[in-house]
């Protein structure tokens, strides 16, 4: 009964990525990632109830490297002056 090419691989059917028992997450293309890094770049925007990839306690803490690269289209407030 055993499937010899994956162990408990879920597939996210709204992402369309694939996780590991051991919450390896497999992009399409790129290298593979973490939950918290298929959340921050995917999972967040798809918002569907579909989506595996939702319980906060799996995901953890998503670092701001998760994210896109920077240079995008970051609005920065400047008008944060520094008050001293
Ligand atoms: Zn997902």
């Given at each position: 009964m055993n499937s010899n090419n994956a162990q408990n691989l879920q597939t996210c059917p709204v992402c369309g990525v694939s996780i590991t028992e051991d919450g390896q997450v497999n992009f399409s293309n790129g290298i593979p990632g973490t939950r918290a890094r298929l959340y921050a770049r995917v999972c967040q925007y798809a918002?569907?109830?579909?989506?595996?990839?939702?319980e906060t306690k799996l995901i953890g803490e998503i670092q701001s490297?998760?994210?896109?690269?920077?240079?995008?289209d970051l609005h920065i407030p400047v008008a944060f002056s520094s008050s001293r």
């Open positions: 918002q569907k109830s579909e989506c595996i990839n939702q490297e998760d994210g896109f690269e920077s240079g995008e």
